[in-house]
């Protein structure tokens, strides 16, 4: 258990590092004078001159050498610190813990409508596997992952903010507004996630374990409970770590499109404003989340197969 | 050696230490974060009129974000505008100017109190002013000496006459703020305004909560509470009209537009502000320099197909800088630009360009090839920059469409690499367009405006205007000026613009406002009980 602690640990200090260098190569290599790009950003393009460029040049120090720079946000980063926004001169930690906690709440219910989705729909796909209803639910989840986020979101708004009127089409603040665009993300991760259940489900009704269980007289509901669900579980609790890149990536997408304020709409506009310490604080919590998930990972998947921990 | 060894390692412990507790402290940061969602603050009782707008919360520094607490009502400028557009009396009672015009004197109301109890006097108005003068902003290009305050007014000194000190006062950045607004350094902290309602929460970078400020000096609001949502995707906000969510929705897609005009439920008005895509030129380039080339190029594009296909509406086609609604400016017998294929063809040939083999032009071996840079802040400038390029090469222009930031056009004109570049240019930051107009038509041209390209007659002439105060000694010159730039063609007029505002028929009393100085928050109220 130490030794995984500690592993994920030296993985999360070498997330920080490469991501912190990797962004700060990017966004210097990307075409464009970062000072009228930042300048762009902070005074919009009406009011956008060169001499407001050139006042954000010397107010940042952007024309100091490189090295300077990325040295500096290594130290600060040493110390617990993420640096200043270029753009909005706020604390990079206060930006991001502002606009972290609405995406961690859209990741958590959209995941945690993905599982009610997804897993009772591959149960019963895999437990009759071939069957009419693990077909459609085939053609549904081929449908719904090849639709981009984007799409399907417009699809829901007009669906359920339009034709229904139940539920606002964009906004914060309360469950209404975070309904719409956790289930846009959670079909997408429901798509997946129920086919990956599905096979395993199959795949373990299939074993001599599964059948002895069923021969030697036990009733089929605890069959599944029992030796079903818990061999099943693995592929697919290990699957839901590579389900975060999808909801990253989601949520980036969803967040501009139903005007929510969080981590993914942060790094769009830091991108775009050349706000370099913005773009290493969000890609570096959205690394770190990564590990931090994969550690929940490993540590569910030890839960349900003991063997794993004893193994190393 | 081993001791340095051990040093060295020692060093190495050292800084994993700092970085693992660096991690460990922004995990914490991760932690912490995940709480307050869950609390965020309840809607208040009672109903919330919803205003939704594409422009994001950019933070509290009026130099970049004046123009949300503006058109919220929330902070005021000493001077206003009427409805025509012209500067009105707004903290101000009104201005006098010494006889030599270097003395302006902008007498306070008296019953004015800030958001927080504080009397507005001159001193903190003065101060105030101060802050956005030493600021990036149009005060800063003003020619002020000095700002004080003296028997309740703001004193403005300026090192030469200049009429248009009270537009530029209007300006969103020369809000007056109370001193509360600051904290010890200078940087703005909090809004605390003059304004009939009072910003009770700005949640960069999507909201701002407002509440009635029951002490305004102009009266008493009818609704009691509102709330701004910065909504980016066009599409996103025509859905939150359609669906109730919202009250008012401003800047609206015109694609759109035609179906929000069929719903009952809906009020649609447009207006015309003071807004020009334009192509910017590079004068200086050899494939510009020759006006003969640049008409040529104007002569190329059918400006009234282009706002009816991409902004379906045919009376957009700029056929000269300032739209109709721009009085002053527009002159209605202007020869207006139109499409002549025959004629752009016949000013190349004369400026000695030549249809090649593929039909674009050549000269001395050099094709008519130049980049064409957009950006798409403005989601109707790439579809734009895609028809004008296959305008042109009708006429031989072989333009090749760029599309990047909007920094491309400012910072590509002052290192001199822009050809070509199609912008969406606002005359409305200061109310009288000539304060924009002294900005990218001076001697130097601007970063929106010419580029390599002066005309001692305009430059005088807008030198002139910007001294002379009667009304009737400025119009021959407006005129004249407009001609210029008509004739010489430093930019090429595209398109006008259209600002949509759509109401629920739920409120009532929104009026759209061309200069988008305000939502006229304050004389709205709700249509029904």
């Not at chain 1, 290990?238 to 501009?256: D, H, K, N, P, R």
């Not at chain 2, 001395?364 to 734009?384: C, I, K, V």
């Not at chain 2, 930019?491 to 409120?507: C, D, F, G, M, Y």
Request: glycine share 10%; with cysteine.
């Amino acid at each position: 258990m130490t030794r995984l602690l500690l592993g994920r640990l030296i993985q999360a200090v070498l997330v920080a590092l490469v991501v912190g260098g990797l962004c700060f190569a990017l966004v210097r290599v990307l075409p464009g004078d970062a000072a009228f790009r930042i300048a762009a950003d902070r005074y919009g393009p009406d009011a956008l001159t060169g001499q407001a460029a050139e006042a954000v040049r010397r107010e940042l120090g952007l024309d100091r050498p490189w090295p300077e720079l990325l040295l500096r946000w290594f130290g600060d980063l040493a110390q617990g610190r993420l640096g200043n926004s270029l753009v909005s001169g706020e604390p990079v930690s206060e930006e991001l813990a502002g606009q972290l906690g609405p995406s961690l709440w859209l990741a958590a219910c959209a995941l945690a409508l993905s599982l009610l989705i997804g897993l009772p729909l591959g149960l019963a796909s895999g437990l009759r596997a071939g069957s009419g209803l693990d077909r459609l639910a085939l053609v549904g989840a081929v449908a719904l992952r090849a639709l981009p986020p984007f799409v399907l979101g417009l699809v829901l708004m007009l669906v359920f903010s339009i034709r229904l009127e139940w539920l606002p089409p964009a906004g914060y603040g309360t469950w209404r507004e975070m309904a719409l665009p956790s289930l846009t993300l959670a079909l997408g991760l429901a798509a997946v996630s129920s086919r990956v259940a599905r096979d395993a489900v199959a795949e373990v009704g299939a074993t001599a374990y599964y059948r002895f269980a069923r021969l030697k007289g036990l009733p089929a509901g605890a069959v599944v409970l029992r030796h079903g669900l818990r061999n099943a579980g693995i592929p697919v609790v290990t699957y839901l770590g590579l389900q975060a890149v999808y909801l990253i990536e989601g949520v980036v997408v969803v967040e501009s499109l139903f005007a929510y304020p969080g981590i993914g709409h942060a790094l769009v506009h830091a991108v775009i404003a050349r706000d370099v310490p913005m773009v290493q604080g969000a890609a570096l919590v959205m690394g770190l989340m990564f590990v931090l998930l994969n550690l929940g990972v490993d540590l569910l998947c030890r839960l349900l197969d003991p063997r794993l921990g004893a193994a190393r | 050696m081993m001791l340095v060894l051990r040093s060295r390692r020692g060093a190495l412990h050292a800084a994993l230490g700092g970085i693992l507790g660096g991690a460990l402290r922004l995990a914490g940061l991760l932690a912490l974060a995940a709480v307050p969602a869950a609390a965020e603050e309840p809607p208040p009782p009672g109903r919330t009129l919803v205003v939704v707008g594409p422009w994001e919360v950019g933070g509290l520094d009026p130099a970049s974000n004046g123009h949300a607490f503006t058109r919220l009502e929330v902070a005021e400028t000493l001077v206003g505008v009427d409805a025509s557009g012209a500067p009105a009396p707004g903290l101000a009672t009104g201005w006098t100017v010494s006889p030599d015009g270097l003395a302006w004197r902008f007498p306070l109301r008296a019953d004015v109190r800030f958001h927080d109890g504080s009397p507005l006097t001159a001193e903190v108005a003065a101060e105030s002013l101060r802050r956005a003068w030493s600021n990036v902003g149009p005060l800063a290009r003003a020619p002020i000496a000095a700002i004080t305050a003296a028997d309740g007014a703001v004193v403005v000194a300026l090192h030469r006459p200049f009429a248009l000190l009270p537009a530029f006062l209007a300006n969103h950045t020369a809000i007056v703020l109370a001193p509360a607004s600051y904290d010890a350094g200078g940087r703005v902290v909090r809004i605390v305004g003059t304004g009939p309602y009072r910003a009770a929460a700005v949640a960069p970078p999507l909201r701002i909560d407002l509440e009635r400020f029951d002490g305004w000096w102009g009266g008493r609001p009818a609704i009691a509470r509102a709330r701004y949502l910065a909504v980016g995707q066009g599409e996103t906000r025509a859905l939150m009209a359609e669906s109730g969510e919202a009250d008012v929705v401003v800047s609206l897609l015109p694609v759109s537009l035609a179906r929000l005009r069929r719903s009952p439920k809906l009020a649609v008005q447009t207006v015309t502000p003071p807004r020009t895509r334009l192509l910017k030129l590079n004068a200086g380039s050899p494939l510009f320099s020759d006006p003969r080339a640049r008409r040529a190029l104007g002569l190329a594009l059918d400006r009234a197909g282009l706002a009816r296909v991409l902004l379906r509406n045919p009376g957009l086609g700029a056929d000269q800088l300032f739209p109709p609604a721009v009085a002053g400016w527009h002159v209605p017998d202007l020869p207006p630009l139109t499409r002549d294929l025959g004629e752009a063809r016949r000013l190349l040939a004369e400026a000695g360009w030549r249809p090649g083999a593929d039909g674009v032009l050549e000269r001395d071996g050099r094709r008519f090839a130049a980049t064409l840079r957009t950006y798409s802040a403005w989601p109707e400038l790439p579809p734009l920059a895609a028809a004008i390029q296959a305008q042109a090469r009708e006429v031989g222009i072989d333009l090749a469409v760029s599309v990047g930031n909007t920094s491309d056009i400012p910072a590509r004109h002052r290192d001199g690499s822009l050809d070509l570049g199609l912008v969406s240019r606002s005359f409305a930051l200061i109310p009288d367009p000539l304060g924009t107009l002294l900005q990218d038509f001076g001697a130097e041209g601007g970063d929106w405006g010419a580029m390599n390209w002066s005309n001692p007659e305009s430059a005088a002439l807008l030198d002139r205007l910007a001294v002379l105060a009667d009304p009737a000694a400025r119009a021959p010159l407006r005129r004249r000026v407009v001609e210029i730039l008509q004739a010489e063609l430093p930019v090429i007029p595209v398109t006008w613009s259209e600002l949509a505002v759509v109401a629920n028929r739920r409120v009532a009393g929104v009026r759209a406002d061309p200069l988008e100085r305000s939502y006229g928050l304050a004389a709205m109220h709700w249509a029904t009980p």
